[in-house]
């Protein structure tokens, strides 16, 4: 937008049609087994809920099979489905591939992941000649070292022994020697890792990351017959999901590429990898696994964005995990997303929306609800909405739902639904009120693409001491977020996210391809090495006037200053005018769109929360479920919000602060006369509060019930109804637990079981699904009596407790296909439900 926009034309842009923002869908294809009428009505569903696009992903049978994977006959389902997709304005993506990581029966010996693996044998005195044999098929002794000791002991001063190939495997020169000595044998392993979830006739190897032939071969089989089958013009993005490719660090060709890359040569070095500490143990581990990094840019991201160009698609990636990849990878490919919330905490979704940021990419998307409110079919739109929220917090401005499960009309129970995500689809009782969290989700993701981006502190990954770190044979991990996410945790981010601030990551690579203008503050913490590149940008920033603060770092670049975790929040303060005049449970998004500051506040609390604000000039506070204007004033703005609410704050020299009425302070409650009408039966007089659950034969009802009172009201000039509070039920997200993971759940329990849709004199008044559970009804108002209804809509979630369907669905798919998934904690299904009206609503007047 240009400089000259105001408040009003940001607010009126606020309120229009933004479909490209809109959050798309997982959608899971089972089997393969779809029908064309099935696909027609799931799609419809989602465009009428405002959904932007669904991203297809073929995973594991549940029932029979009624094609194989990359059939023609899926193929032509696939295009109808994407010509359909079309005509009803959806964005179309596709996986290329099944279930993850990349791979399948294509996949040779020759192109499968491959992994260093160790054998240690302890050896007697004297001269030795050792015959090795293969101890699995496809092994290749790559080299073998002596070392003095006992196998138990750690690594050190090995040398290597001379390795020569014979009939029955290879023969292995041990010199003559005293004392107690071991025999390190390197060898190179196919992992062995299948595709994981895969749909029939996907089964196969993992492809190995790092060999462009191995990629090119994965893309002739699996994705040039999809382009081939499915027009690009109907494409909008080809998929990679996050990379989980266990164990690969080695390819066989990495001996060659290494000492061409790092200029020294690679098998002599090797047992440096089980070594810890620094020297040449830390440098020979970091050139390692940057060789590795390089050749995942090279030979896999770089390869499928060209065959992406070539055929007119873009390729958007997950580009966190093994192979190791680091901030930087992801300049390869053209879209970014991530996965993972928490605000304060160093997520994917970070590590994407930071590489967006850095290589200019506008639109950068998440993986969202993954495992929320496990099992499935337990999550609320309260649950949607507050972890989305943390995902906005975190920078990204396009959510991929996760997800939509295909499920035949006529499968019995509940149908078919995947193992390890929430179920968001028409099924859940409260869909009737999925287009509101649609619409408030859609205009926060397009306001946080316009302008740009404020960001007061850079956080610096010690991407040198990640790749040293990652060695597997010390109990590193190969994967860089993970290994950031530890050195750099909760007590260095927290203190900047509490304060109002903002943060984007930064890495070598970021430093030497980029070399982006120095913020305010930039925090270095933890490291122990610092590449000449970054260490001249640290010291230039600090001439240039930001505060360099190194954390528990072992180094100081000139100018820097060195402070604790514990420093931390005063230094901060000191270096840069915090937004927030006091540390809270809100975070914040600083956007600058023409001469107007833009800020998304979100409290992530289970408890209302309130934050001072610092403000350029006058400012408004904008109401994302209606887009109304809610406060003004002038100075710093005292913000309070509910509990998981959000709020967007626009200030600028000329936003209007004509003042906004203030609620209706009369409160009427409506204790007595409510009648309840179920499906299957008449109305009944009832008592608020109101639990379906206690009632006989209601524990496994999952829809909707309309109350009903009648009141008899004053002339109003504004009346508001107000359903209650929400009760907190915990200091905040639910712990992970078991396989379940970070399960995202909203700690609290709302005044309905879980939504509402408010009607007075039969005009429709609007629907609750967050706090605050208030409905402005002025408009159906009127003197006299006045019939009000709340339609109370649960979730799915009571039926999953009673449905007998689901376990014999697993077992026959399992006993068809063998083992491919495992249903997440069914028994829990009602754990801590009520359904129903669970307080007696106010109204809320203002007499005329």
């Not at 995990?321 to 997520?347: C, K, N, V």
């Not at 200091?731 to 995202?744: A, E, H, I, N």
Request: hydrophobic share 45%; charged share 20%; with cysteine.
């Amino acid at each position: 937008m240009s400089d000259t926009v105001t408040a009003e034309d940001l607010r009126s842009a606020l309120l229009a049609d933004h479909r490209d923002a809109a959050p798309m869908m997982r959608w899971w294809w089972f089997g393969p087994a779809v029908e064309r009428g099935e696909l027609d009505r799931e799609l419809t569903a989602m465009a009428e809920a405002g959904l932007g696009g669904v991203e297809v992903a073929f995973v594991y049978p549940l029932e029979q099979a009624t094609t194989t994977f990359g059939s023609p006959d899926l193929l032509a389902d696939l295009r109808w489905t994407a010509e359909r997709a079309r005509d009803l304005g959806l964005r179309f993506d596709v996986t290329l591939g099944s279930g993850w990581s990349y791979g399948g029966p294509h996949v040779t010996p020759a192109h499968a992941a491959r992994g260093l693996r160790w054998d240690r044998r302890e050896i007697g005195q004297g001269p030795h000649a050792l015959r090795v044999a293969a101890g699995f098929p496809g092994d290749v002794l790559v080299a073998a070292h002596l070392a003095p000791g006992s196998a138990q002991e750690p690594v050190a001063d090995a040398v290597p022994l001379t390795v020569t190939a014979a009939a029955d495997g290879w023969r292995v020169d041990v010199p003559d020697g005293a004392g107690t000595r071991h025999v390190l044998l390197a060898w190179s392993r196919p992992t062995g890792q299948q595709v994981k979830r895969a749909a029939a006739g996907a089964e196969g190897p993992v492809l190995d990351h790092y060999s462009a032939d191995a990629t090119r071969a994965h893309l002739a089989a699996v994705a040039d017959p999809i382009l081939d089958a499915v027009p690009a013009e109907l494409i909008d993005s080809v998929f990679c999901d996050s990379l989980e490719v266990y164990h690969a660090d080695w390819t066989p060709d990495l001996p060659e590429e290494f000492e061409r890359r790092r200029g020294y040569p690679l098998l002599p070095e090797l047992p440096l990898l089980l070594q810890r500490g620094g020297g040449e143990a830390h440098r020979f581990r970091a050139d390692y696994h940057r060789t590795l990094v390089e050749l995942y840019e090279e030979r896999f991201v770089a390869v499928v964005r060209a065959w992406a160009a070539e055929r007119g698609v873009r390729f958007r990636l997950q580009g966190y995990g093994t192979p190791p990849a680091t901030l930087s990878s992801y300049r390869h490919a053209d879209s970014f997303e991530g996965e993972g919330w928490g605000w304060t905490e160093l997520t994917a979704t970070r590590w994407a929306s930071s590489a967006a940021h850095h290589y200019g990419r506008d639109v950068v998307s998440a993986e969202a609800w993954t495992w929320v409110r496990s099992p499935s079919f337990r999550a609320t739109p309260l649950d949607l909405l507050a972890e989305a929220h943390e995902h906005l917090l975190n920078g990204v401005t396009l959510l991929i739902g996760h997800g939509w499960p295909y499920s035949p009309q006529d499968a019995p129970g509940l149908g078919w639904f995947f193992y390890a995500a929430g179920c968001l689809d028409d099924r859940n009782p409260w869909w009737p009120t999925m287009p509101e969290l649609v619409r408030r989700l859609t205009r926060l993701s397009w306001l946080l693409r316009q302008g740009e981006g404020v960001a007061d502190v850079a956080v610096h990954v010690p991407t040198q001491d990640l790749l040293a770190d990652a060695a597997a044979g010390i109990g590193g991990s190969l994967d860089c977020w993970r290994e950031a996410n530890l050195a750099i945790g909760a007590d260095v981010l927290g203190p900047v996210r509490r304060a109002g601030l903002d943060y984007r990551l930064l890495d070598d690579d970021v430093v030497e391809h980029v070399a982006p203008a120095p913020p305010a503050v930039v925090l270095v913490p933890g490291a122990r090495t610092l590449p000449p590149a970054t260490r001249a940008w640290l010291e230039d920033a600090a001439r240039a006037g930001s505060t360099v603060l190194t954390i528990d770092a072992a180094v100081a670049p000139a100018g820097s200053r060195a402070v604790t975790t514990a420093q931390l929040p005063a230094a901060l303060r000191e270096a840069v005018e915090a937004p927030f005049a006091t540390d809270a449970e809100i975070g914040s998004v600083h956007r600058r769109v023409g001469g107007l500051d833009v800020r998304f506040l979100a409290n992530t609390a289970a408890v209302p929360s309130r934050v001072t604000a610092r403000t350029e000039g006058p400012w408004q506070r904008w109401d994302p479920a209606t887009g109304e204007v809610t406060h003004t004033g002038t100075g710093p703005a005292d913000v309070e919000l509910e509990a998981y609410q959000a709020t967007v704050l626009v200030s600028g020299r000329d936003v209007d602060t004509t003042p906004v009425a203030p609620e209706p302070a009369e409160a009427l409650p409506l204790e007595a006369g409510w009648q309840v009408a179920f499906p299957d039966a008449p109305a009944a007089p009832v008592t608020l509060p109101h639990r379906w659950e206690d009632e006989p034969g209601r524990s496994g009802f999952s829809g909707g019930a309309t109350y009903t009172v009648a009141v008899t009201l004053p002339a109003t000039r504004r009346a508001v109804l107000d359903l209650g509070p929400a009760t907190s039920l915990a200091d905040g997200p639910s712990p992970q637990r078991g396989m379940v993971g970070p399960s995202f759940r909203a700690a609290v329990r709302a005044p309905v079981g879980e939504v509402a849709q408010v009607r007075v004199n039969g005009v429709d008044c609007g629907a609750v699904i967050a706090p605050p559970y208030r409905v402005d009804v002025s408009d159906a108002v009127r003197e006299g009596e006045n019939v009000v209804d709340v339609t109370v809509h649960n979730t799915a979630a009571n039926a999953l407790a009673h449905d007998t369907e689901i376990a014999a669905l697993v077992e026959r798919t399992e006993a068809r296909y063998g083992r491919r998934f495992v249903m997440q904690e069914l028994d829990r299904a009602l754990e801590g439900v009520s359904s129903g009206l669970l307080t007696v609503p106010t109204l809320l007047l203002e007499r005329r």
